[in-house]
Nanobody
Framework: QVQLVESGGGLVQAGGSLRLSCAAS????????MGWFRQAPGKEREFVAA????????YYADSVKGRFAISRDNGKIMGYLQMNSLIPEDTAVYYC??????????????????WGQGTQVTVSS
């Protein structure tokens, strides 16, 4: 059974950068697609980015394209989200997720197999 633990959140000024990490347990993570989601106060959880298990296909929400970069290291069974040029609207709890299907990560979040507990990102203006 895959389990996920996020880290790296914090408080940053607008224009700054943060790197979130997602530590996975269970070697089967290597064959799962991985994604990042976020939920701001009073808003629904939204898709941020996803990457296939080989890393050969990557997808981003329009709101983060050009600013965020998702990556993974299957040898270390880790996933990452590099966030640059942060804006206050990026403030949210960020969740790591994993599923055998990249389509599920992109479009059917209610069906996602594994979620992390979340890490808070706060961007001050």
């Amino acid at each position: 059974q895959v389990q996920l633990v996020e880290s790296g959140g914090g408080l940053v000024q607008a224009g700054g950068s943060l790197r979130l990490s997602c530590a996975a347990s269970g070697r089967s993570f290597t064959y799962y697609s991985m994604g990042w989601f976020r939920q701001a106060p009073g808003k629904e959880r939204e898709f941020v980015a996803a990457i296939t298990w080989r890393g050969d296909n990557i997808y981003y929400a329009d709101s983060v394209k050009g600013r965020f970069a998702i990556s993974r290291d299957n040898g270390k069974i880790m996933g990452y989200l590099q966030m640059n040029s942060l804006i206050p609207e990026d403030t949210a709890v960020y969740y790591c997720a994993a599923d055998p299907s990249i389509l599920t990560l992109q479009s059917f979040s209610a069906r996602i197999a594994v979620w992390g507990q979340g890490t808070q990102v706060t961007v001050s203006s």
